[in-house]
């Protein structure tokens, strides 16, 4: 069984809408599409540049080190969440995320959200090899913004770990 379809299942009635999973496979580093966009009905996928909290890769190597739920910590927090619903904030349209799991259950207190950023683009990934590093959030390109909230709208699931590629979806 999938990541998508072992997490929807196990979260059988707190996801409205189990048509689109959102996977955040950090077991890649950051220059790699790891943010993947899995239509359960289709069973397509369309992937992604997203980048991991500060805090999770303190030298900066592009690889997330740690996962925390820490407030204050900077890091990314590994489980599942719900998006919540849309915002216009400092980073411009984003969507709230719920954590669902204890290592992830600060996420609205930590404004735990998917927003874009200047510091995500291929062109970083292809140039210095890296990605620039959130507070946390799921950061993607400011070009993929669009297709990434139109599809992640509210009552969504996004599973953020270690899963190495392996039977994600």
């Known amino acids: 069984m999938s990541v998508a379809t072992a997490e ?20 890649a580093p950051s220059s790699a599409e790891r943010f993947h966009l899995v239509n359960m009905v289709s069973g397509t996928v369309d992937s992604f540049l997203v980048a991991h909290g500060r805090g999770s890769d303190p030298a900066h190597s592009g690889w997330l080190r740690r996962f925390s739920n820490d407030p204050g910590s900077y890091c990314t927090s590994e489980g599942a969440y719900r998006t919540v619903d849309y915002y216009n ?32 683009s291929a062109e970083l990934a292809r140039g210095a090899g890296v990605l620039g590093r959130s507070e946390g959030c799921f950061a993607v390109a400011e070009s993929d913004l669009t297709a990434v909230l139109a599809r992640m709208g ?7 770990g270690r899963f190495n590629g392996q039977g994600l979806y």
């Open 8 to 27: 929807l299942r196990r979260r059988a009635g707190l996801i409205a809408r189990p048509d689109l999973v959102a996977i955040a496979d950090f077991a």
């Open 89 to 120: 904030g400092k980073h411009g349209r984003s969507v709230r995320l719920a954590g669902l799991d204890e290592t992830n259950n600060n996420a609205e207190a930590r404004a735990i959200v998917i927003h874009s950023a200047k510091y995500v």
């Open 154 to 160: 509210p009552g969504r699931l996004l599973i953020a």
